[in-house]
């Protein structure tokens, strides 16, 4: 057998289709750019937090506390958690990659739903395991689905509820339902990155199924109502062994002094998260309603972000909207990744935004 003439990666690896992130920038000359395309918070971070990370900033030479122990006992102490069932990362993209880094060996299955977030998969064949894929219903998880996907290898189901890019959700009731369908040797990962969003009475994030359960986790992020996406911080709640054992895996330092210091001012002010939380529930109503009366079909959303859905025609495709909306300063997602090829995300911005994105689209669908 010839030797190879360079390195190369292990089987699989290059099977992998590389995340691609939101664009950032929009065509040159444009004079403002209001970046929607990655549903951070357009109220920015806490002063709070700001003020945590400028005081952090001055002692940079030294480790950070590897335990990220103030940061976790800041989030115990808001929800109402044991400190020693968190763990904390950088990002909740890093804790849901452990998850499977660590349950998943080669051959075996992981699930999550048709149009779920596109790193579950990723993360699953990086650890060497099968993605499996459940149909939604009306752009929604479907419990009966993910349970006849369920196999003899299936390791570890991952939900995003709400999900992105459709922030649609499933009440409780039916995570309950899912929960107790699945064989006790499956991990159920709920990842409730837009939980605080949610204001709906059948919704939970799932803390107290965690609690009750021996095969449940529970992910949050910092990067959407906290607006610290650039600081990069998750966590996860869960059972004592599994926290265990992704202590075991992480890295020593994985989460950084400045992010410590930003997410445990942050997650402490907590009116700060309700004036995010009331701005994005007055205008995700508004702009969901202006479009509809422009004629575009809207995903019902929970989170801070709407998923918009054009015409299926040469002229009005969400392709040539995206283009349209950028040259004007508006820069949103597109999702042909996710499964939808002619809908476009947009995360919930400032007034004037928002304002500006519908009269834009308006003028883009008589033109």
Same mark, same amino acid.
Request: with cysteine; hydrophobic share 45%; proline share 6%.
């Given at each position: 057998?010839?030797k190879?003439?360079?390195?190369e ?30 549903? &951070?918070? +357009? ?11 400028h ?7 030294f ?12 989030? =115990?102490?808001?929800? /109402? ?17 452990l998850l499977?880094q660590?349950?998943?060996? +080669? /051959?075996?299955?992981?699930?999550? *739903?048709?149009? =779920?977030?596109?790193?579950y998969? @990723? ?27 369920? *196999?003899?290898?299936?390791?570890i189901?991952?939900l ?7 922030? *649609?959700? @499933? +009440? ?9 369908g699945?064989?006790?040797d499956?991990?159920?990962?709920l ?40 600081a990069r911080?998750g966590?996860?709640? /869960? ?8 202590n ?11 992010a ?7 997650i402490?002010?907590?009116?700060h998260?309700?004036?995010?939380? &009331? ?5 995700l ?11 575009l ?6 989170g ?7 015409p299926d025609?040469e !002229? ?6 995206d ?14 990744a996710?499964?939808?090829?002619n ?6 911005? !400032?007034?004037?935004?928002?304002? =500006?994105?519908?009269a ?5 669908l008589?033109?």
């Amino acid at each position: 057998m010839t030797k190879p003439l360079r390195p190369e990666p292990k089987p699989g690896v290059m099977d992998i289709a590389a995340y691609v992130p939101g664009k950032s920038a929009a065509p040159d000359g444009v004079a403002k750019v209001h970046k929607l395309s990655s549903n &951070e918070n +357009p109220l920015g971070a806490s002063p709070r937090a700001v003020e945590a990370v400028h005081e952090a900033a001055g002692m940079l030479e030294f480790y950070p506390d590897g335990a990220a122990t103030s940061l976790r006992q800041a989030i =115990g102490e808001v929800h /109402g958690l044991n400190p020693a069932n968190i763990v904390c990362s950088n990002g909740s993209d890093e804790v849901i990659q452990l998850l499977a880094q660590t349950y998943l060996q +080669p /051959g075996d299955e992981g699930l999550f *739903t048709e149009h =779920g977030f596109l790193v579950y998969r @990723i993360y699953i064949q990086a650890a060497g395991g099968v993605p499996v894929v459940a149909p939604e219903m009306d752009e929604t998880a479907d419990v009966d689905a993910i349970l006849a996907a369920v *196999t003899e290898k299936t390791r570890i189901v991952f939900l995003a509820n709400p999900n992105n890019p459709t922030g *649609t959700y @499933i +009440p409780f009731e039916e995570v309950r339902r899912l929960h107790a369908g699945l064989p006790k040797d499956v991990l159920l990962v709920l990842d409730a990155a837009y939980a605080e969003y949610v204001r709906r009475n059948d919704y939970e994030a799932g803390i107290e199924l965690v609690s009750s359960s021996h095969n449940v986790v529970m992910t949050r992020t910092f990067s959407k109502v906290h607006g610290l996406g650039g600081a990069r911080i998750g966590w996860l709640y /869960g059972p004592a062994h599994v926290i265990d054992a992704l202590n075991r895996v992480r890295s020593p330092f994985n989460v950084n002094a400045m992010a410590i210091a930003a997410g445990t001012a942050a997650i402490r002010d907590q009116a700060h998260v309700q004036t995010s939380v &009331e701005h994005n529930e007055r205008w995700l109503s508004w702009v969901s309603e202006e479009l509809r009366t422009l004629g575009l079909r809207v995903t019902p959303s929970v989170g801070n972000f709407i998923l918009i859905h054009f015409p299926d025609d040469e !002229t009005h495709s969400a392709a040539m909207a995206d283009d349209y909306l950028a040259g004007r300063g508006y820069v949103l997602r597109r999702v042909g990744a996710y499964g939808f090829p002619n809908a476009l995300r947009m995360t919930i911005g !400032t007034e004037e935004a928002n304002r =500006g994105v519908v009269a834009a689209l308006a003028e883009f669908l008589k033109a």
